[in-house]
């Protein structure tokens, strides 16, 4: 029945192929009921013109993995893929001999009914931690830890928040593919993630992944709206994460900031080489610098991670109204244990939420109001693409001087 | 496989349809190793005499609800939805415009994988929670907080209840649908439910939901048996939730009463209006009621819940031997944070558990013994069906004064 | 599609039937994206002269079974059953008359994704407690309770260890069956499951439980590797659980012991009697006994448990270098709550890890390091075979006295 309801979208799309609306196909649906295990489509299919691009929706096998989705996207010259039943997190994603993502200890794309997110005192989020991107969120995105919460009985009472969040470890309700039929046929993948319950918050987040046939860029771009009656707290951290071949020993991070604070202690002892990198070290314990970053006079600015010979690169594009916060997460432990750094825009720090909200960073919604948030993430090939990248960061830097802070903030 | 099964039980049973034996099919079983995904059938195939009644099973798709069962009946003038994945539930019902369930802002029907139980503090059943119908038990039904047990050693250990227990977070594990050849031609849905564990509760439920082609009515028949060697505890309530159209300004819970006390201080306030519901209220904190109810001579009592016109009603009757205590939670909420009042009957009130033991309302089942309840849902439709639910209550009544205590009890 | 992978799979595997390398079916593979809902073979297929086996894998359905893989290997003499979902556990063994196994509350064959370990105070792991044998471990095996760990920022933090730790439900990322073509034809069954997260155990199991055509034993051997770069705490003990026929009052534990230590006080008052069970006592709370065996001149010691009549008995040997420790469960409840016994070797006691660290029992393993492990379990028939156990187990433990502890160790 799953192939016969494929065949129909497929006659009922090709027979309006003339048409200039795009293509629109739907993957995962709770309102239509639908669930395809497998699926796939070819540019030749839709955009004659621009052939050379495809879609792939399987379902992985075996472990913690059973019963997991996910949908490769290959435009032709990037490919990278989608991983609806975790909160539409990526995977990873590949250009010629550029890899985005890492290669974690944890090897299976974990189904989110092995995720006891309250295991290990609240880290059980790192049971499934492997993705390229991962949004932390919504409720919260931080550290674990107590916070208080209105109970069902009008109440203050007391919840253990768990590390970044539920938001990653919840499968999509509606999965729909589009396919723009006029130039430049942007090819996306959204998906909406519920964050609902009764007594709590009723967030959802649309999400969006797209890139056009040739391109060497992947375009996030979510909108978060608070469907309850209440006005309700919320978090996102864009939680992009990068191992060999851009991170290296002499890797860099690059972008224009306004302010650099370690995170904790043991941040502040290493803040003068902060935006260099180690190679693997066994040993390793984290480094963490949260950023307030520098914007272009239209409110947008650019970070990146370089290699050493600076010929290959990934730089992400968002609006600081958006994203106001900048996580730097290194953790160049040895390659076993996961060898990474994180580049982390997002609507705060990732301290407990507790925390956070003592310096003004939980923002809150409106009943019925949204957060649009847009990242542009592009892969550079050579010294001249990556070149480019630190002239724009360098031209946004000259606005203002840096401030370094040696300090952690005070968070009693 | 599965079709197969399905064409050989059918046929099987079609040979037998001149006996006067019902018809048994089994949806799900262990024992068997049966579950259909899909299944349907209709009534002029079983009783020709009274064809115009319908089951369907489907299995649910997307999101949180990714691979749950649902089995709907229409007797020809009612329906109603039952999730064996979810302990049996009652999804909702409808019988023209009278609607039976509520608009929570949980609107999938959440598969237990997805259900931590013990999230938020205890709350973490609230991220499922959307049913017309749930039972709470079988262990404990109430507040989360600490309760004492004896562990696997033999020593007092404390272990943390979590809100209204596990059952209505456990797939049954034998489903049957029975359909009676004789008039009036009972439907029945069966399905059994085993909440067991090692050193722990042994109680098993035997749930039944049924209807006649044509009623207007609902029977739940439930059995509850205590398994294991030992005395165990159990508790049970019936969590019947009703929003629009029979919640409305003006609606009214009806029922013959011989004490009303407040659960809490919140409570206390509006006291005197305890039986009125208002319209949807921002900021609305629940407020909740035990009830004593008042039987007739036969020991059963009706309550309901009537709208502003008294021309749309709910009527619940059943034993005070069964379920000597009833809840009335009154959650007039705004809507979108959900608009609901629960009236239900139980062996308790919903404190925790180590509450409810104190005032001695936590029963015991010996080695092999059952309790059993049964509650008729009647739908009442048009001022004088409703009149005459008010008119039983009201005979009810005059048996005794209520008493109308406006302290909670002294819980410490 | 499925189907069609067995039958080349099959089809190939005949081509090569003269050759003499085993055949490899692989039923599970997270690696070739492979996952067969049911499969079997028989040994005519495969052992023209030894036909007289098959192996069945099948998928439970209902209740909480649901989704549950199993596989059957009948040798033509003894026939026993693997779980790959629950981490290769075994469920059960039957040879004629003798049943390995006992009749636990807990009826279904538990899918993980309903177990939530740290439930009722850290015994979770009890709601699915109903194999002949599950491996406890591996980053714990012993009681609930709080033990220390560094965490992500590098600091001592504090986690909840859940009861006998998580592998055993965890499901099997690798499973494959092997058919050795010369004789004796062993029969393998291997699974290969992950105990993996970020800053955290990256501890693998290779299992493997095999048999032989005809024969009365059944060989478990499993190795544990560190997969991280540090190196790592880890446990196992593996929890052989039996019930009637071989558990009786008047059965007896049998073993070479260099020394037994009750587990706590109320193991200390029938200390006398540690060895013999009695009948299924109702109220009766577990007695367990911490023993060091003695080995044979070859490292090697045997234990076993036979019934009254000394004519149908079970024996375990396996070397004191990779499994130092036995501990010995006594349940003898009543049968509703589980009459049963333990016989349990493993490189610790079942104590929380903090306590076995104090003591020395928490081994390490370095970067790639293994610990290897085996127990052959042979089920003896007749006065004559459990008459050669005893025999065997005398003639070791003249090497030295036992020592016969009256209190429990000082875990403080």
């Known amino acids: ?40 489509i070819s540019g030749s299919a839709v955009t004659p013109e621009k052939p ?9 096998h075996g472990g913690k993995q059973e019963g997991v989705d996910l949908i490769t996207v290959d435009n032709g010259k990037l490919s990278f893929s989608v991983i609806p039943t975790r909160g539409m997190s990526l995977l990873n994603a590949r250009m010629d001999d550029i890899y985005l993502g890492w290669d974690s200890p944890v090897k299976e794309v974990v189904h989110p009914q092995y995720i006891r997110l309250e295991d290990r005192g ?16 919504l409720e919260s995105t931080g550290h674990p830890g107590t916070d208080s919460f209105i109970n069902n009985v009008g109440d203050e009472a007391t919840m253990d928040l768990t590390l970044h969040g539920k938001i990653g470890n919840i499968p999509a309700s509606e ?7 006029v130039p430049p046929h942007r090819i996306r993948i959204r998906g909406r993630v519920d964050e609902r319950m009764f007594y709590g918050p009723k967030l959802e987040i649309q999400t969006e992944v797209s890139t056009t046939p040739g391109s060497a860029s992947v375009r996030i771009s979510d909108t978060i709206t608070n469907r309850g009656d209440d006005p309700q707290e919320f978090q996102i951290l864009y939680h992009a994460n990068y191992g060999p071949p851009l991170l290296e020993e002499g890797a860099q991070f690059v972008g224009p900031v306004k302010k650099v604070i370690p995170f904790n202690d043991h941040a502040s002892e290493s803040i003068d080489s902060y935006s260099i990198y180690k190679r693997p070290t066994a040993g390793f314990t984290e480094q963490v610098y949260c950023m307030t970053p520098l914007a ?14 600076k010929n290959k690169g990934i730089s992400m594009k968002f609006s600081i109204q958006q994203l106001p916060f900048i996580t730097l997460w290194k953790n160049t432990n040895s390659e076993g244990e996961g060898y990474v750094t994180g580049l982390e825009p997002g609507t705060n720090f990732p301290n407990n939420r507790r925390i956070e909200r003592k310096f003004g960073r939980v923002p809150k919604l409106d009943s019925g109001q949204s957060h649009h948030a847009e990242i542009d993430f592009t892969i550079l090939k050579g010294n001249k693409a990556v070149g480019g990248l630190i002239d724009q960061i360098q031209k946004i830097q000259r606005r203002a001087q840096p401030v370094i802070e040696t ?4 968070k009693d």
Chains 1, 2, 3 share one sequence.
């Open 1 to 40: 029945m799953k192939l016969i309801l494929i065949s129909l979208l497929m006659a009922s799309s090709l027979i309006h192929a003339q048409d200039k609306a795009p293509l629109v196909i739907t993957l995962t649906s709770v309102d239509k009921n639908i669930h395809l295990d497998s699926w796939q």
């Open 175 to 181: 999965v729909e593919v589009i396919i723009e039929r």
């Open 296 to 309: 272009d006079y239209d409110g947008r600015t650019t970070i990146g991670l370089v290699n050493r010979s």
């Open 52 to 60: 050379d691009w495809s879609i792939t929706k399987k379902t992985l």
């Open 407 to 410: 300090k952690p903030e005070n």
């Open 122 to 137: 609240g880290l059980g989020w790192l049971e499934g931690f492997n993705e390229w991107m991962v949004r932390c969120g």
